[in-house]
Nanobody, 116 residues
Framework: QVQLVESGGGLVQPGGSLRLSCLDS????????MGWYRQAPGKQRELVAV???????NYADSVKGRFTISRGNAENTVYLQMNNLKPEDTAVYYC??????????WGQGTQVTVSS
């Protein structure tokens, strides 16, 4: 019954910024980590960033220094601040939640398009 909803995607010019938001309506008590994945046309889904309950983070090499993942005050929320966007960042971005025991939940995705 866990559901994740992403928002904040859209069309931006190269060099612009977007902030993605994700809300997991499920229980907050068993969340181990939350993250963002993306899938570009013709490519497999890839991990963009992850943040764990202790606050540690990891980023794909392609977004290091440009993207920042963070948790909201409510532990069932996660954000992805995307700066200096490039055309190659164009993809559908998916929110992911991992709960104790390895259970994964996914959102439906939000489109990010970087184009002039």
């Amino acid at each position: 019954q866990v559901q994740l909803v992403e928002s904040g995607g859209g069309l931006v010019q190269p060099g612009g910024s977007l902030r993605l938001s994700c809300l997991d309506s499920g229980s907050i008590f068993s969340i181990v980590a939350m993250g963002w994945y993306r899938q570009a046309p013709g490519k497999q889904r890839e991990l963009v960033a992850v943040i764990r309950t202790g606050g540690s983070t990891n980023y794909a090499d392609s977004v290091k220094g440009r993207f920042t993942i963070s948790r909201g005050n409510a532990e069932n929320t996660v954000y992805l601040q995307m700066n200096n966007l490039k055309p190659e960042d164009t993809a559908v971005y998916y929110c992911n939640t991992v709960r104790f025991g390895g259970t994964n939940s996914w959102g439906q995705g939000t489109q990010v398009t970087v184009s002039s």
